[in-house]
């Protein structure tokens, strides 16, 4: 786990996700906020944010929003976490209307803003979580931290990768893996609620990480897949998946992007083919013609994704998860059960959908 050598969890955090947190590349402090059990958030920061708290982006949460760490050094937090990656910056528009466009950037290349939010941390004795592709251990941050506080590099790169032998057969749990039609498509609240679901439902359930929000939000094995070789990725998924299987009745495992993501396939592919599913959710939003941040790229048809899926993983697709009742009505003629897995009984009824794949009920 990301942060198993702190002597004490959850650590009170502050999220920074300024300019995105009630946007789709706010994912990730969306996901800690309302998944995490590691982190105990205090307060995200973000300048743009309209209201004062959480509560207009991650339902049922009363979060102060602050435009600065020395506004949420008041909550006496732990660490500052930079719940966002370079690539996730938005800029005002010039024009007068105060918007916001998205404006990625390359690694290492931080608005100023963001390294003053970072030196105030360390300044004031916090522990720096970051999801940034800059290393920050490399930077004079890592000069300046005193006895006891720590800077965790979540991206950071492994030293030593597993191989995939592909021969390998789970001894005990049943695994779900949630794949999808795109990025930022909802396929990791699938997963943490699938999760939440069945550990309230008396299953002894795992959860396996592939992103840097499961690994913030708590998961029983994980790791930065995208930051693994293309060719050594499916390796460390199977080798994740092993050392879980022992421990649990039931796995779940979120994807990555899309098989048929032109930039993105490789991945999706290796975790779908390292994981050896017995199961698959497929998460959809019908309302996305083209892909996000590709805009010129459609999205595929999701009949045909979901074809190509279980081919790939050599199991059935059972459930389609989407977001809102249109959706969901929408996807109907599909042929399988279609749920929203925050609205009501969502998320039971995805689980009941499993089926085969969930061992019998104590």
């Known amino acids: 786990m ?17 300019g995105v947190f009630a946007r789709l590349e706010g994912k990730t402090a969306q996901g800690v906020l309302r998944h995490s059990t590691i982190l105990d958030t205090v307060a995200v920061v973000d300048r743009t944010h309209p209201s004062a708290t959480t509560a207009s982006v991650v339902a049922g949460t009363g979060v102060p929003v602050v435009a600065s760490l020395e506004e949420a050094l008041r909550f006496a937090p732990e660490a500052l976490v930079v719940a966002m990656t370079e690539s996730d910056h938005m800029e005002a528009v010039d024009g007068g209307d105060g918007g916001m466009r998205h404006a990625p950037r390359p690694p290492g290349d931080l608005p100023a803003f963001w390294w003053e939010q970072i030196d105030t941390a360390v300044r004031n004795g916090l522990h720096v979580i970051s999801c940034l592709h800059l290393q920050l251990r490399h930077t004079e941050f890592a000069d300046k931290l005193t006895d006891g506080q720590r800077l965790v590099d979540v991206r950071r790169p492994y030293d030593e990768l597993p191989k995939y032998s592909g021969r390998l057969r789970r001894s005990r749990a049943g695994l779900v893996h949630v794949a999808g039609s795109d990025c930022v498509v909802g396929k990791r609240t699938v997963a943490l609620q699938l999760h939440r679901e069945a550990r309230a439902r008396g299953i002894d359930a795992g959860y396996v990480g592939t992103g840097q929000t499961c690994l913030l939000a708590g998961c029983t094995e994980g790791a930065i897949i995208d930051r693994a070789p293309v060719f050594q990725a499916a390796g460390l ?37 390292g994981s050896q599913p017995d199961a698959v959710v497929f998460v959809h939003d019908p309302r996305r013609t083209h892909r996000y941040h590709w805009e010129h ?54 689980m009941d959908a499993l089926g085969p794949v969930l061992p019998p009920r104590p």
Do not use: C
């Open 2 to 18: 990301i942060l198993s050598g702190f002597p004490r969890l959850p650590l009170r955090a502050v999220l920074f996700a300024d």
């Open 237 to 273: 998924v199977e080798h994740l998946v092993q050392r879980a299987d022992p421990r649990h009745d039931l796995l779940i495992i979120k994807g990555q992007a899309s098989v048929l993501h032109p930039a993105f396939g490789g991945l999706a592919t290796a975790i779908l083919q």
């Open 297 to 350: 790229l459609p999205v595929a048809d999701p009949r045909s994704e979901i074809r190509m899926v279980e081919e790939l993983g050599g199991a059935p697709v059972v459930a389609v998860a989407t977001r809102g009742r249109d959706n969901v009505a929408a996807l109907r003629p599909l042929g399988l059960p279609v749920v929203d897995v925050l609205d009501g009984d969502g998320t039971a009824a995805l």
